[in-house]
C-alpha cells in the first residue's frame, strides 16, 4: 500500500550524484580520457558535462580540446572512457548523504521506483553490483532509448515500464540536465544538488541533501512541485 494515495505514483531516482557520489569518479575517468587525447579538459567544460550523456559529454571534450570531431577518434575515446569509467566502478561507489535509507523509505512506503540514468547499461550494471538491484522495480540507462537526459526519454520510457503516467512520478535529480529531462517528461522534481548548483524551475522543489527523507517529504515534495507546475 502506498504511504499516501496522493502521492506520487512511482519515484525515479538518478544515479551519478544523486544516490552514488560517482561524479568524482567520472571527474577522474575523463581527466584521464582527455590525456589520452593529448590535451586537459577544462573545469568549465567538465561543470558542463555534469548529468550529461556519453555523446554530448565527448562532443563537449572534443570542443573544449580543440580537436575535429572525427568520428572514429570519438569512438575510440569512447571505449577509452567507459573502460576507465567501469574500472573506477569496479572498485566500489560511496553512497551519497542518506541515500540508502531514502532508497530503503520509499520501497518500504510502497512507491515502484526506477533508475534512470545517462549512463551506459555496461557501466550502469557495475555500479547495481554496489548499490544493489533489489531497489528498483525497473532500470533505465542512456543507452537504451534514443535520447539521453537532458531529453525526456529516460523518464518517459521509465514510466512506460512502470504502467505510470509521468505527470505522477516525482524524480529525484543532483543536476541542471537532469531536472530539465525530468521536466520535459512531465515529472514533478525533487532537485538535491551534489556538484553543481540547479537552477529554481516551475517543476522543482529544493532540498539540501536526502537524509532524514521520510514518507510525508516525498508526498509534500511531489504536490509542492505540481503546484508550481500549475502556477
Known sequence: MLANPSGPAAVLWDMDGTLVDSEKVWTVSLADTARWLGGALSAAAREAMVGSNMARSLALM???????????RMAQAAQYLTDRTGELFAAGLEWRPGALDALRMVREAGWPTALVTNTLRSLTEKALDGIGREHFTVTVCGD?????????DPYLR???LLGVAPGSCLAVEDSPTGATAAERAGCAVLVVPCDVQVPAGPRRVHRGSLLGLAPADVEISYAQARSERVA
Open 158 to 160: 521509465a514510466a512506460e
Open 62 to 72: 572534443f570542443d573544449d580540446l580543440g580537436l575535429e570531431a572525427d568520428p572514429e
Open 144 to 152: 537504451e532509448v534514443p535520447r539521453g537526459k537532458p531529453d525526456p
